[in-house]
């Protein structure tokens, strides 16, 4: 599997982007799609999932009402809709894919096994 991430780039504060990943593989349904994040000098974090069994959308607490996570199947894409930029938003953004993600690890980095290479989002103030 392998994943393309898009969409980066540079942005006010209060302003949108929207991210784009694109999976190749055949069954890409089949797969738990998810975006996480890394700031300069910090750990990765989860920001936004898309389980694939239930279709259920799970954010973290710090993106929720601003980030809106979508997939469509028929492209192989996910994508990350971000609105509101806050500077803290400011990272490099990576999608990940799972087959095997479940309800309890779906914020977990470690549960996903495939990787975009990431796309920076940097957010003025």
């Known amino acids: 599997v392998q994943l393309q991430a898009s969409g980066g780039g540079l942005v006010q504060a209060g302003g949108s982007l929207r991210l784009s990943c694109a999976a190749s593989?055949?069954?890409?349904?089949?797969?738990?799609m998810a975006w996480f994040r890394q700031a300069p000098g910090k750990e990765r974090e989860f920001v936004a999932s898309?389980?694939?069994?239930?279709?259920?959308?799970y954010y973290a607490d710090s993106v929720k009402g601003r980030f809106v996570i979508s997939r469509d199947n028929a492209k192989n894409t996910v994508y990350l809709q971000m609105n509101s930029l806050r500077p803290e938003d400011t990272a490099v953004y990576y999608c990940?894919?799972?087959?095997?993600?479940?309800?309890?690890?779906?914020?977990?980095?470690?549960?996903?096994?495939?990787w975009g290479q990431g796309t920076l989002v940097t957010v003025s103030s």
């Open positions: 990940a894919a799972s087959m095997r993600v479940i309800s309890s690890t779906v914020m977990m980095a470690d549960a996903y096994h495939y």
């Open positions: 593989v055949r069954t890409f349904s089949r797969y738990s």
């Open positions: 898309f389980h694939r069994h239930i279709s259920t959308t």
